[in-house]
């Protein structure tokens, strides 16, 4: 892992109107396989720097270097070529299929048929679109979110080193944009693409970005990770700009697995009541979490509701909701802990096998540290 993309002192200045300095002398490195989110407020010259990365906006002075090569240098076409570009509006073409949209860059590249085919049938199996049900539809055929999906595989399409994602979900209804943002991080972990991300939104930054870029009136203000930012804002700017809620906001940033407690008072269902009365007073507990042979997760058995005639541990458990998978972040571990009356929340992997039991306390442990 080395530097991918570096920015050097770069500067545009636009002519005209006392020479604004729309970006002024911004500089960063990003390593390979990091997203940087680039925000701030309306006017404060995210936009700009990113376009700068790719030439569309010219450079007034300062360096952009992509893999140890100065762009100055670079043949445009080529440039742009190499780097991966996802719009808000998406920009699909309407006359051409899917399949044809995403393989617009490898035939513009000349590679062979074979190759392609693969390259966008793999694409749409990693955005979770199925190449035999997509790739000869129409985009009016697809829904807005599925679009979307379409114009970040097309961007990932001729395997570039960078990727450029100008507000790529801030059209997008809430419930389809968190969808969304989830899918790309998943994708991310494939394929791990060094991406800078332009957004207005700072809860997108913090929850899209390994290093956050916070920009005003094209000055850099502080460039970190989500982490640094929330915990130690460089000035009240950034302070206000990461809002009050700052310490809420870093629950997004760990997962359950990081806070959780890998001792959860479990009980085999095939256990006899007996069992399970003598657990319940050796570790002065109302509920154990009741798992199969397997140890997967099937209810929970309440020391004050077990019923008279129950002589094994499955005569007497109820099912439960109160359950995330370790991969969840701490936001949803304290919504789920509050919703639910067990005081704790059961911590399971994919195929629901209890891992851990996760607190309040724990979640305190993990912010403080």
């Keep these: 892992m080395g530097t991918m993309l570096s920015l050097q002192k770069v500067t545009k200045i636009y002519p005209g109107a006392g020479h604004v300095k729309a970006v002024d002398e911004l500089t960063f490195d990003l390593e390979e396989g990091e997203i940087c989110t680039l925000v701030g407020p309306s006017g404060c010259g995210k936009t700009t720097a990113m376009k700068m990365i790719n030439r569309l906006i010219s450079i007034t002075s300062g360096k952009i270097i992509i893999d140890g090569k100065d762009i100055s240098r670079l043949n445009t076409i080529e440039l742009r070529r190499s780097i991966g570009y996802v719009i808000q509006n998406i920009g699909l073409f309407p006359n051409m299929t ?43 055929e697809l829904s807005g979110g599925q679009q979307q999906r379409i114009g970040v595989a097309r961007g990932m399409a001729g395997d570039p080193p960078i990727m450029l994602m100008d507000e790529p979900f801030g059209a997008i209804d809430p419930i389809n944009r968190e969808h969304l943002q989830n899918e790309f991080l998943k994708i991310q972990e494939k394929v791990k693409k060094t991406i800078v991300f332009v957004t207005h939104d700072i809860d997108e930054a913090i929850k899209m970005g390994d290093k956050i870029c916070l920009l005003k009136d094209g000055h850099l203000v502080q460039f970190a990770s989500p982490e640094e930012m929330l915990t130690h804002p460089k000035n009240d700017f950034v302070a206000d700009f990461a809002g009050g809620d700052r310490t809420l ?29 003598n657990l319940f007073s050796e570790i002065s507990i109302r509920y154990l979490i009741a798992v199969n042979s397997e140890g997967r997760l099937t209810g929970m058995i309440d020391n004050q509701d077990i019923p008279d005639k129950a002589s094994l541990v499955k005569d007497a458990v109820a099912p439960t909701n109160a359950w995330l998978t370790a991969q969840s972040n701490l936001k949803d571990g304290l919504s789920e802990i509050f919703t639910h009356d067990y005081g704790f929340l059961i911590v399971v992997d994919d195929a629901k096998k209890v891992l851990g039991w996760l607190h309040t306390e724990d979640i305190k442990e993990t912010l403080k540290g």
């Design 98 to 140: 899917i399949g044809e949209n995403i393989a617009i860059i490898p035939k513009l590249l000349k590679w062979d048929r074979a190759k392609i085919d693969e390259k966008v049938q793999r694409l749409l199996e990693i955005v979770n679109l199925g190449p035999d049900e997509y790739k000869d539809r129409y985009p009016n």
């Design 249 to 277: 906001k870093r629950l997004n940033l760990f997962t359950v697995k990081r806070a959780m407690k890998d001792n959860p008072p479990i009980i085999n269902q095939d256990e006899t009541i007996e069992t399970a009365r």
